[in-house]
């Protein structure tokens, strides 16, 4: 670059390499999932889910709201779609709604009208040169699933599978990049381990690795099916989504080393690990194994896989899908004494997080930009995937318009994700900023903002108005570099 600076004497363009671009095959994108944007909650013939359930269950969201109406996208696509294409956007990552067009979850009721709107929706993207990131469950079971027993019911691998054909069979011929679940570690320790996400189930020692395993082999069976029925067709690249913190050892201590690889594959291992490697974590067995004995089980916890389902899972991606948000510090613990079956004393170490990181009054997620540079080089040290989308990353406040704060941590972010791109050789081809909109963030309701668009939720017309961090958006991506 310099000659060619030299030999043109192109101010402008000479700065521009000195600013380091982002390189030509990364996409900048913006994400979303369905509860949190569409609203619409009992329209067009759309059944009943979890976080239907959760919501209109009194003590359980922060703030008392509901997704019921949420961001209304469900009737303003079109002019997201509209906001996506101004902001120069070229990769919208949105989830399905499986009780939207399968109302109880099973195959034999398809709703046309739930499939018309996705239709509709890739359309729209397509006619605008945005490519349709498709997530196919973001958390929002049907109802009677869950009343099967949902994520710890081993069948569900098959009810996803009948699901995930029927999305395929809609949307193949448009969408590039699936994932099949988003954050299964998240349902399964929140959702049926503490109980602070819908189903609300506490069953922390055993409900999480029977909805572990069950997750792995849902998802399995979904990257199956598109492999053999769906691939040969439309070439589409399929993986399950993992969030990973950093983690940081809080000395260099060999046993805070031993540490940080314990938290590690305990919560990104026990999901990434058969899909990526084969099996569960080596150190996940034993200590389960180890506690489950002395607890007085007769068998561990953590239910083995066999032979012949650790072959079907390995190797069940195409990319890899990470949600990154923060960094947390690891410190060393002896071991706990036995006392009632959990999965963090199986894991046994608490983890922290280093107070002078948190910028937000809104959520302590936000913390430590340059963490995710180490993160993503361990990720591609340990899984070796040949290409890494950054599907979440993003900032909470409390709704400021004039978001500095926001636009200081995601440059921020994003200068650390440049570094591990040029100087590290890490393959990351995408970024879809969470989120495009504000919308209903789970249990804590509205009071946590994550839009670079405000939604005016006071409003029955929900109108969208640019956050700074729009324009700022807006400028990076026409830059593709790193600009103020
Ligand atoms: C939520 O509702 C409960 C009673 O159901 C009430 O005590 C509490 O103050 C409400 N919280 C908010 C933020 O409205
Ligand atoms: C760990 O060692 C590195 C150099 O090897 C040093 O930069 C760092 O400050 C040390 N960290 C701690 C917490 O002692
Ligand atoms: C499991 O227990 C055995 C002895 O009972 C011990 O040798 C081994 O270190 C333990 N493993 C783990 C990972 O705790
Ligand atoms: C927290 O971060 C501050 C500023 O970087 C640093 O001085 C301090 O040592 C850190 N504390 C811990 C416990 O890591
Ligand atoms: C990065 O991933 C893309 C998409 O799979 C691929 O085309 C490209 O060759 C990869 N680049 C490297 C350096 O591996
Ligand atoms: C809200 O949005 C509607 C269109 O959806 C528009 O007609 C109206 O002027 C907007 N109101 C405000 C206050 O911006």
């Not at 890739?122 to 945005?130: A, G, Q, T, Y």
């Not at 000395?251 to 999901?271: H, I, K, M, Q, Y």
């Not at 970024?431 to 309701?445: K, P, R, V």
Request: aromatic share 14%; net charge negative.
């Amino acid at each position: 670059m310099v000659r060619f600076c030299l030999i043109i004497l192109a101010v402008t363009l000479c700065r521009a390499s000195a600013q380091k671009l982002f390189p030509d095959n990364f996409k900048f994108g913006a994400a979303t999932a369905a509860y949190q944007i569409e609203g619409a909650w009992d329209e067009d013939g759309k059944g009943i889910n979890i976080w239907d359930t959760f919501t209109h269950t009194a003590g359980k969201i922060r703030d008392n709201s509901t997704g019921d109406v949420a961001s209304d996208s469900y009737h303003k696509y079109k002019e997201d779609v509209a906001i996506l294409k101004d902001l120069g956007v070229k990769l919208y990552r949105f989830s399905i709604s499986w009780s939207r067009i399968m109302p109880d979850g099973r195959p034999y009721s398809i709703n046309q009208a739930g499939i018309d709107y996705y239709v509709n929706l890739v359309k729209e993207l397509i006619e605008n040169d945005i490519e349709p990131f498709v997530t196919l469950y973001h958390w929002d079971l049907p109802q009677y699933l869950e009343d099967l027993g949902g994520w710890l019911n081993p069948r569900i691998a098959d009810y996803f599978g009948d699901y995930a054909r029927v999305v395929y069979t809609a949307l193949g011929p448009y969408v590039n990049y699936w994932v099949t679940i988003n954050e299964p570690s998240t349902t399964c320790v929140l959702g049926y381990g503490q109980g602070i996400l819908a189903p609300g189930k506490t069953l922390i020692g055993d409900g999480v690795y029977l909805c572990a395993r069950n997750s792995l082999k849902a998802h399995a069976k979904a990257y199956r099916i598109y492999e053999t029925e769906f691939k040969p067709l439309y070439n589409g690249k399929v993986t399950i989504n993992i969030p990973s913190a950093n983690y940081y050892p809080k000395t260099n201590s060999t046993l805070d080393a031993e540490a940080v690889e314990r938290v590690f594959e305990f919560v990104v291992g026990l999901f990434a690990n058969a899909v990526f490697k084969r099996n569960w974590p080596q150190v996940v067995i034993d200590r389960v194994a180890n506690r489950s004995r002395l607890e007085g089980y007769s068998f561990s916890r953590l239910p083995e896989f066999s032979e012949a389902e650790i072959d079907y899972i390995s190797g069940t991606y195409d990319y890899f899908s990470v949600n990154l948000y923060t960094s947390v510090i690891v410190e060393y613990k002896d071991e706990t004494a036995i006392s009632t079956p959990s999965y963090l004393l199986d894991m046994g170490i608490p983890v922290s997080i280093n107070s002078s990181w948190i910028k937000s009054t809104a959520s302590w997620l936000n913390s430590d930009p340059p963490g995710t540079r180490n993160i993503l080089n361990l990720i591609q040290k340990k899984y070796n995937p040949s290409e890494i989308v950054i599907s979440e990353n993003g900032w909470a406040d409390t709704g400021d318009l004039d978001d500095q704060k926001r636009i200081t941590y995601l440059k921020e972010y994003l200068t650390n994700i440049l570094s591990a791109i040029l100087e590290d050789g890490v393959n990351v081809t995408g970024y879809t900023l969470w989120s495009l909109l504000d919308n209903f963030e789970w249990a804590d309701g509205y009071s946590q903002r994550f839009g670079i668009v405000n939604v005016d939720f006071d409003s029955p017309l929900r109108n969208r108005t640019y956050k700074s961090s729009a324009d700022w958006y807006k400028r990076i991506i026409e830059a593709r570099a790193i600009v103020d």
